[in-house]
């Protein structure tokens, strides 16, 4: 059984990097029928779209498999998300506002967080992608979110990043909220912006958000 799992999730992650958009859809109604997590199943479909990611780094595929992989990446989600919509309904633990800074238009990993998110019990209020630092100020006026999720995935989207993180610091009113920041970045890139935190991964990700809304100190600094 678990090495049919890891054959199909294989199967899925070469089906996302051979762009086979068919092939990738009944593999994930294939893992749903037998039980597999959608969380897990996005997560191999994420690690195709690294091999499409490379592939067109080598030029092997362009801005044509970009989108491709984009759009079944969007199927993949569609059939998944209601799914994980049912999962919890319980009292909110606490408000997450996050967005895809200004310049940057790729949606799929803010999504998957919004998912998590969710799955485990937050209110999400989503702005959506290429959003101007001035609509996080305004949206974090309006809410007060416990925490900021911003995520990047375009080196020439960084200084958006800092300015939305500059933005949001120098308003009284939002200065303290904490603020998390994901896509492709690393510590140099959280320093340079000036976030409280980075991750390349929606699951811990959502675990730092909890660390905040449950106020641990300890989980709040830790590492990525
Ligand atoms: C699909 C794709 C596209 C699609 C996006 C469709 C869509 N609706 O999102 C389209 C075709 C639109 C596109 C366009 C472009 N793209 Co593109 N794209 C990709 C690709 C192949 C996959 C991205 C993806 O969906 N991944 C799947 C998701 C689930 O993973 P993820 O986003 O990494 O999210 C995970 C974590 O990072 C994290 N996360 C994400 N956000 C956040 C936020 C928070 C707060 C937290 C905690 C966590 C978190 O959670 C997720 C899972 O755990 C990547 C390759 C790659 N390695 O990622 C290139 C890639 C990001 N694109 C790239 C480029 C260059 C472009 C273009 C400039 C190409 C062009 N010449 O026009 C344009 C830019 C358009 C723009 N202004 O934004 C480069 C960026 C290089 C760089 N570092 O600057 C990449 C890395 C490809 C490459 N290797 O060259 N792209």
Redesign the pocket.
């Known amino acids: 059984m678990t090495e049919q799992i890891n054959d199909l999730s294989s199967e899925l992650i070469q089906g996302i990097a051979d762009l086979k958009d068919q092939k990738v859809l009944e593999l994930v109604q294939q893992r749903l029928k037998q039980g597999d997590d959608p969380i897990d199943i ?2 191999d ?2 690690q195709g ?2 091999v ?3 592939r ?2 080598q030029q092997e595929y362009f ?1 044509s ?3 491709l ?3 079944i ?2 199927e993949v989600m569609d059939i998944v998300q209601p799914l994980t919509e049912m999962k919890f309904n319980g009292k909110s633990l606490g408000l997450v506002l ?1 967005g ?1 800074v200004e ?11 919004q998912i ?1 998110l969710k799955v485990n019990g937050f209110t999400v209020h989503d702005l959506g ?2 959003v101007p630092a001035e609509e996080f100020v305004s949206k974090a006026r309006e809410l007060k979110p416990d925490v900021i ?9 960084y200084k958006s990043m800092k300015r939305t993180v500059s933005l949001l610091r120098a308003d009284p009113q939002t200065a303290s909220i904490p603020i ?6 690393n510590s140099d890139v959280c320093n340079y912006v000036s976030a409280d ?10 675990n ?1 958000c909890i660390s905040w809304v449950q106020k641990v100190p300890s989980l709040q600094s830790a590492s990525v």
């Open positions: 996005v997560d479909c994420r779209m690294v499409v990611g490379k067109y780094e801005l498999g970009l989108i992989a984009g759009e990446l969007r996050i895809t310049g940057d238009i790729h949606d799929a990993g803010k999504d998957l967080l998590v992608v290429d999720g911003l995520s990047c995935l375009l080196n020439s989207a998390i920041i994901g896509g492709q970045v935190h980075w991750s390349t991964d929606a699951v811990d990700g959502m730092w």
